[in-house]
C-alpha cells in the first residue's frame, strides 16, 4: 500500500514538492476554494500554521474548482489568499477531488481515511508523524475546533 509520502503535489510556483520532505512532521491537508462561503477558514488555517509550525505543523492547501468556487486561475488564487487572509502556508496548483482525474493524493486520502468522495470544500485531512491518517474533518468544522487534535498529533513523536 502506498504511503503519504509516495505522493508530490505541485506547489503554485511550478515547483514539484515531494511529500517525502514532511517526513516526522504533522500534515494538514485540505481542498481549498476562495470563492466558497466557507474560505474565512484560511484564516483559521493560517492561525494554527503559525502557532505550530515551529513545533511540526504543516498546514498544505490544495486549491480546486471541482464545485466551481474557485479562482479565475492560480495567481488570482494566490493573491486573494494573501491580501484577504495572510496566507503563507504552502498552496498547490488547483487539483480535483473526485472523479476519474482526481488528483491521486486525494484517492489515497479517500481510501485510507474512509467515508468517501469529497462532497464539498474545506474537507480536512490530519496526518500523524508517522503519515497516518489520523482524522478527516468535515468542510464546516472549523480548524480551531480540532486544535487538541493538532497538539496531541505534535506531541506523538
Not at 485540505?30 to 492561525?47: H, M, R, Y
Request: glycine share 8%.
Amino acid at each position: 500500500m502506498a504511503s503519504i509520502y509516495d505522493f508530490n503535489v505541485t506547489e503554485m510556483s511550478g515547483e514539484e514538492l515531494p511529500l517525502e520532505q514532511y517526513r516526522g512532521q504533522v500534515l494538514l491537508i485540505v481542498n481549498t476554494a476562495s470563492n466558497c462561503g466557507l474560505a474565512p477558514q484560511f484564516k483559521g488555517l493560517e492561525d494554527l500554521y503559525k502557532k505550530y509550525h515551529d513545533e511540526g505543523l504543516v498546514v498544505l492547501g490544495l486549491p480546486s474548482n471541482q464545485f466551481h468556487q474557485e479562482k479565475a486561475d492560480d495567481e488570482a488564487t494566490h493573491d486573494y489568499c494573501q491580501r484577504h487572509y495572510g496566507v503563507t502556508f504552502p498552496m498547490t496548483k488547483r487539483v480535483l477531488v473526485n472523479g476519474d482525474e482526481e488528483d491521486p493524493l486525494f484517492t489515497y486520502l479517500k481510501q485510507t481515511a474512509g467515508h468517501g468522495r469529497i462532497k464539498w470544500n474545506f474537507t480536512k485531512f490530519l496526518i500523524g508523524r508517522d503519515g497516518r491518517v489520523l482524522n478527516r474533518f468535515a468542510p464546516v468544522t472549523r480548524p480551531e475546533t480540532f486544535e487538541a487534535e493538532i497538539r496531541d498529533a505534535l506531541a506523538d513523536r
